[in-house]
């Protein structure tokens, strides 16, 4: 069992910087494919950003340029660097452990429980 909490969020004006931090438990977490998404009310979870163990990096392309995934296996955590924030950004976003991967869609083992991000305009 995988435990994940996630700090970092909070209100901030379009253009600025947050970092969140995904703390987990459990010692396989060097394995494991860490992951960011974000919900908006009425929508689907939104994948964000991944990093596998071996630090291979994906990201939406809506965020490329702009966030940063990176993680500290001594510390079994994981981070979501967002540079140059938007309104658009605003959302729960969500730590995952051990994605798969079935056609376009990505799928998590384990979550969060959220933190909020809200991108003032």
């Known amino acids: 069992q995988v435990q994940l909490v996630e700090s970092g969020g909070g209100l901030v004006q379009a253009g600025a910087s947050l970092r969140l931090s995904c703390a987990a438990s459990g010692r396989f977490f060097p394995w494991y494919t860490m992951a960011w998404f974000r919900q908006t009310p009425g929508q689907e979870r939104e994948f964000v950003a991944l990093m596998t163990g071996i630090a291979t990096t994906d990201y939406v392309d809506s965020v490329k340029g702009r966030f940063t995934i990176s993680r500290d296996n001594a510390k079994n955590t994981v981070y979501l660097q967002m540079n140059g924030l938007k309104p658009e950004d605003t959302a729960v976003y969500y730590c995952?452990?051990?994605?798969?991967?079935?056609?376009?869609?990505?799928?998590?083992?384990?979550w969060g429980q959220g933190t909020q991000v809200t991108v003032s305009s």
């Open positions: 995952a452990a051990d994605l798969t991967r079935k056609s376009s869609t990505y799928y998590a083992t384990y």
